[in-house]
């Protein structure tokens, strides 16, 4: 027997930076309402972004400097902590529901790229490319994972300096340790309700290869506002296993 759905059924799309949504990001967006038809899309835009009452400095300041990405790292965790539901970043790919995943408290992924992974821990840089998925997100309201999330954010400070321990996977898999995170790309079912599927579900841009080999629930673009990248390769890419799992 199913147990009950913990997950609401809304999507949050995160899109604050004033300009038009990018005929990329829409044909994404597209895709998650065709395949997940039942929840509501909730769009927070620069209106809606700016209306939220008591930021923390760190989102502010990140803010002011226009680096979205980072801005998103608080306010994807804000907005699930306050109504539930999903958020996936605007360049995720879905090839099925997640709705199955709904009957667990909070859902995300291992981030494994064995690459990065295998470079890191031979430069003793510490445990880069074995992280936790934030591109791909699923909560209850009120999960206290991401009222950890909220506090980190509400005590640091935004300093811009292209480094990768800033980043939010990185920060997630930190703060879920408490919780049992074990830094194996394996399924992991933690405690309070927090269930992670391994990297092979829900694909990093790097492993879009084992597509080949496998039938996952998402792929990561790994788009990288933060760096600019290219969006012309990544697309003719998405159009590729769209078609090759059904999904335009």
Same mark, same amino acid.
């Given at each position: 027997?199913?147990?009950?759905?913990?997950?609401?059924?809304?999507?949050?799309?995160?899109?604050?930076?004033?300009?038009? +949504?990018?005929?990329?990001?829409?044909?994404?967006? =597209?895709?998650?309402?065709?395949?997940?038809?039942?929840?509501?899309?909730?769009?927070?835009?620069?209106?809606?972004?700016?209306?939220?009452?008591?930021?923390?400095?760190?989102?502010?300041?990140?803010?002011?400097?226009?680096?979205?990405? *980072?801005?998103?790292?608080?306010?994807?965790?804000?907005?699930?902590?306050?109504?539930?539901?999903?958020?996936?970043?605007? $360049? +995720?790919?879905?090839?099925?529901?997640?709705?199955?995943?709904?009957?667990?408290?909070?859902?995300?992924?291992?981030?494994? $790229?064995?690459?990065?992974?295998?470079?890191?821990?031979?430069?003793?840089?510490?445990?880069?490319?074995?992280?936790?998925?934030?591109? *791909?997100?699923?909560?209850?309201?009120?999960?206290?994972?991401?009222?950890?999330?909220?506090? *980190?954010?509400?005590?640091?400070?935004?300093?811009?300096?292209?480094?990768?321990?800033?980043?939010?996977?990185?920060?997630?898999?930190?703060?879920?340790?408490?919780?049992?995170?074990?830094?194996?790309?394996?399924?992991?079912?933690?405690?309070?309700?927090?269930?992670?599927?391994?990297?092979?579900?829900?694909?990093?841009?790097?492993?879009?290869?084992?597509?080949?080999?496998?039938?996952?629930?998402? =792929?990561?673009?790994?788009?990288?506002?933060? +760096? $600019?990248?290219?969006?012309?390769?990544?697309?003719?890419?998405?159009?590729?296993?769209?078609?090759?799992?059904?999904?335009?």
């Amino acid at each position: 027997m199913r147990r009950s759905a913990m997950i609401p059924r809304k999507i949050h799309f995160i899109w604050i930076g004033g300009e038009a +949504v990018t005929s990329e990001a829409a044909t994404f967006v =597209l895709w998650w309402r065709r395949l997940m038809p039942d929840c509501q899309l909730v769009v927070w835009d620069k209106a809606r972004y700016e209306a939220i009452p008591g930021k923390p400095r760190y989102a502010l300041d990140a803010y002011a400097q226009r680096k979205w990405a *980072f801005v998103c790292d608080w306010l994807r965790a804000y907005v699930l902590y306050k109504e539930g539901g999903w958020y996936f970043d605007s $360049d +995720v790919q879905l090839f099925r529901s997640a709705d199955y995943l709904s009957c667990h408290r909070f859902v995300s992924a291992v981030e494994f $790229d064995r690459t990065q992974y295998e470079h890191h821990r031979q430069t003793g840089e510490g445990r880069l490319g074995m992280q936790m998925q934030a591109a *791909f997100l699923g909560s209850e309201a009120g999960h206290p994972f991401l009222r950890d999330v909220l506090d *980190f954010y509400q005590e640091a400070r935004f300093e811009f300096v292209g480094h990768e321990s800033l980043i939010s996977p990185v920060i997630y898999a930190t703060l879920a340790e408490r919780y049992g995170f074990r830094y194996e790309n394996a399924r992991q079912d933690l405690r309070e309700g927090m269930h992670l599927e391994p990297s092979e579900v829900v694909l990093p841009y790097a492993g879009w290869v084992n597509l080949a080999f496998s039938a996952p629930l998402a =792929l990561h673009h790994c788009a990288h506002s933060w +760096v $600019d990248r290219p969006w012309g390769t990544n697309m003719r890419l998405a159009g590729m296993l769209a078609r090759k799992f059904g999904v335009e």
